[in-house]
């Protein structure tokens, strides 16, 4: 299994970037996905989610500026995000679970996910 991010760099505030992460060993389909982001010094923190089913899940500061969306046949998993802000800026990492068509799972955690891709950096300019 490996995820694989890309698509950070550096924006101006108001800016958009779309980060992708592409699956491989493993159909995303049947999977729930997550973005975490890690600032400087701290823990990753939740983003946003879809599961296996397609509903998706967005933290608080996010909603309404980040769309999650996944592209079954490219077995890739997409973060838009729109209106940056300078508090966006952070290692974004993309995470699967192991479980196929898992309900159980805590998505908004990071113990809810048993594989990590190696993150791609994100920074916003004010």
């Known amino acids: 299994v490996q995820l694989q991010a890309s698509g950070g760099g550096l924006v101006q505030a108001g800016g958009s970037l779309r980060l992708s992460c592409a699956a491989s060993?493993?159909?995303?389909?049947?999977?729930?996905m997550g973005w975490f982001r890690q600032a400087p010094g701290k823990e990753p923190d939740f983003v946003a989610a879809?599961?296996?089913?397609?509903?998706?899940f967005y933290e608080d500061s996010v909603k309404g500026r980040f769309t999650i969306s996944r592209d079954i046949a490219k077995n890739t998993v997409y973060l838009q995000m729109n209106n940056l802000k300078p508090e966006d800026t952070a290692v974004y990492l993309c995470?699967?679970?192991?479980?196929?068509?898992?309900?159980?799972?805590?998505?908004?955690?990071?113990?809810?996910?048993?594989?990590w891709g190696q993150g791609t950096q994100v920074t916003v300019s004010s």
């Open positions: 995470a699967a679970d192991a479980p196929p068509l898992n309900i159980q799972s805590n998505i908004h955690a990071r113990d809810g996910y048993d594989y």
């Open positions: 879809v599961r296996w089913s397609g509903h998706t």
């Open positions: 060993g493993f159909a995303l389909r049947s999977h729930n």
